[in-house]
């Protein structure tokens, strides 16, 4: 891996190339960890909105999670045939399925959970807590401003 003092400094003055390249970092070791597991981050992320926010139909899980239908779909049917989900059908409406964790599921979540804690204790070791707490507030924010800026296929060259 590049150091500091392998790349040019403009680059390093650059927060949106540092950020990247730690992003990508902290993303490549999560999804290690992960795939030890035979999983990858959108297992990770439907196991966390199901247990946040209760039983979501596949297609409003894929619009809560920006994510395409059909990919939504394989990481359900993935999750249901290790235990850790189930579908149900929708008592309001029987056209539609609900997806629902369970107790399993709950606990690969705690797994998960605990193997990213332990990737932001090695990517964020040089900070003290109190730098840490600040960085994570310091992205939230940054998370949300960005959310709401349109796609950059949106904007026009």
Do not use: C, N
């Not at 999560?30 to 795939?35: T, V």
């Not at 690969?108 to 070791?125: M, N, Y």
């Not at 310091?138 to 949106?154: E, M, T």
């Amino acid at each position: 891996m590049d150091t500091a003092h392998d790349l040019p400094p403009s680059l390093l003055r650059l927060d949106t190339y540092l950020l990247s390249k730690i992003g990508k970092a902290a993303r490549g070791r999560l999804a290690q960890r992960l795939a030890v597991r035979g999983l990858r981050l959108w297992h990770m992320a439907v196991l966390a909105a199901l247990t946040d926010f209760g039983p979501h139909s596949q297609r409003d899980l894929a619009a809560r999670l920006a994510l395409h239908p059909s990919d939504v779909a394989k990481v359900v049917d993935a999750l249901a045939g290790a235990g850790a989900v189930e579908r149900r059908q929708d008592p309001a409406d029987r056209r539609r399925v609900s997806v629902e964790v369970t107790a399993a599921g709950r606990a690969l979540l705690g797994e998960l959970d605990a193997d990213a804690r332990a990737v932001r204790e090695e990517v964020l070791a040089p900070l003290d807590p109190a730098e840490r707490d600040r960085l994570s507030e310091l992205l939230l924010r940054l998370f949300d401003h960005v959310s709401r800026l349109p796609d950059a296929d949106d904007v026009a060259p």
